[in-house]
Each structure stands twice: as structure tokens, then as C-alpha cells.
């Protein structure tokens, strides 16, 4: 059983298309991650949302957590070739630092 | 600031043998890190907590006779994988957790990882 289903888990678009990554689950989290990874590096951090309803903004990267704190979206605005890697969103259950991952998704901008 | 290291990057080893990989954090010290290890094109898979001085709690599924997990400083973890098989091959990647100014936060820092290839 998947905790965190994330959506989509591939994506192909053209550069300055927009796209929005879904994080769902059933259980509710003290705080929410994302990551970005790029191949054989470890996974590098975006941004920590603690908050229901919460949204942050980091350049053309939109995040926002849900009012119930069980879902999180990422927004990217005009996507780059740049942007192109895999993001990841984890969610801490309760205290300890202890993460769940979803499953991943893999973005490929195309110029 | 907040900068984790793994030693090797990458290692191949004939099976049967052992392989030791280390994590270190290099400006902050953590009580706790965190073993995963992920499979081409996918996720992170948690393997084990690892809490200085004390035992590694291991997530269900993983041997923990296998993965040796030892936590024997505030800058240092190492997991070693005894007796590696092909199987074992994968990407192996620790994190630890920041506590800076006696303000704990949970924010993980994520090694490079460590490429492993059983031959």
C-alpha cells in the first residue's frame, strides 16, 4: 500500500508549457517535502510546507498544501529544459524526521 | 551549510564480499540518520533509522544482518552490505537530520548516494 500516490509519474512536455505534479493520501501529515533529484545525485530540497492551505513560491515553482494537510500540488509556471529531473514529495506522519516518498515523478522538457 | 558527503560514490564488488559505505555530515551534527536505497526510475525506499549510539530500528523487509548499520558518532554513519549478491546492486543514499542551535527541525540533508554493482 502506497501512502503518498503521486501524479504523474512520467511527464513529456515542450519548454514553456505549464504542469502540476499531485501528492495525495488518505493519512494526515505534521509536514510535507519536496524534492527535486537528478541521476546519480541524491535528492536535493525545494521546499517544507508545515501548514493546511499553506502555498510557497520559489521562482516559477508553486506549492501548496492541502487545507487537511493529506494532499500537496507543485505548480511549474513556463517550464525549462532546466527543470527537467525527478520530483519527489514526502510526508512526515509524526515526530522523528521519519519520511514517506511517493512514488516519484520523472519531468522531461523538451526545448 | 548543512552538507552531507558519502564515501564511495560508487563501488563494484564480486559477490560474497562485504562493502562498507559511509555518511557524514560535515558542518552540523546529527543523532539521526537515515538509510534508503533506490532502483532505477524510481523512489526512495526506506532502509533503516540509524540513531547514534544506540541500534539501528530497520524498516520491515530489510535484514538487518545484511545491512549493518552503525552509528558510532554524531558526524558518522555506515551501512555495510555483507555477503552482497547482484541482487544488493542499487543506489544506496543516507540523510541526516539538521538540529542547529539546539532548535530541532525536521528538515533531512540528503547525501550524494552511492552507486553499489554486485558482479
Known amino acids: 500500500t502506497q501512502l503518498l500516490e503521486q501524479s504523474p509519474q512520467f511527464l513529456s512536455i515542450q519548454e514553456g508549457e505549464n504542469l502540476t505534479v499531485y501528492c495525495n493520501s488518505s493519512?494526515?501529515?505534521?509536514?510535507l517535502q519536496w524534492y527535486r533529484q537528478e541521476p546519480g545525485e541524491g535528492p536535493v530540497l525545494l521546499v517544507t510546507?508545515?501548514?493546511?492551505?499553506e502555498v510557497k513560491k520559489l521562482k516559477r515553482l508553486t506549492f501548496q498544501f492541502g487545507d487537511a494537510r493529506k494532499d500537496s500540488s507543485l505548480h511549474i509556471t513556463a517550464a525549462q529544459p532546466g527543470d527537467t529531473g525527478l520530483y519527489l514529495c514526502a510526508g512526515e506522519r509524526s515526530g522523528g524526521g521519519k519520511l514517506i516518498f511517493g512514488q516519484g515523478t520523472e519531468l522531461s522538457v523538451k526545448p | 551549510g548543512a552538507v552531507v558527503s558519502q564515501h564511495p560514490s560508487w563501488v563494484i564488488c564480486k559477490s560474497g564480499t562485504s562493502v562498507k559505505i559511509e555518511c557524514r555530515s560535515l558542518d552540523f551534527q546529527a543523532t539521526t540518520m537515515f538509510w534508503y536505497r533506490q532502483f532505477p526510475k524510481q523512489s526512495l525506499m526506506l532502509m533503516a533509522t540509524?540513531?547514534?549510539?544506540?541500534?539501528?530500528?530497520?524498516e520491515q523487509g530489510v535484514e538487518k544482518d545484511k545491512f549493518l548499520i552503525n552509528h558510532a558518532s554524531l558526524t558518522l554513519s555506515t551501512l555495510t552490505v555483507t555477503s552482497a549478491h547482484p541482487e544488493d546492486s542499487s543506489f544506496y543514499i543516507c540523510?541526516?537530520?539538521?538540529?542547529?542551535?539546539?532548535?530541532?527541525?525536521?528538515?533531512?540533508?540528503f547525501g550524494p548516494g552511492t552507486r553499489l554493482t554486485v558482479l
Open positions: 540509524s540513531n547514534e549510539g544506540s541500534k539501528a530500528t530497520y
Open positions: 540523510s541526516a537530520l539538521t538540529d542547529r542551535a539546539g532548535v530541532y527541525t525536521d528538515t533531512q540533508y
Open positions: 493519512s494526515v501529515f505534521s509536514s
Open positions: 510546507v508545515v501548514t493546511g492551505g
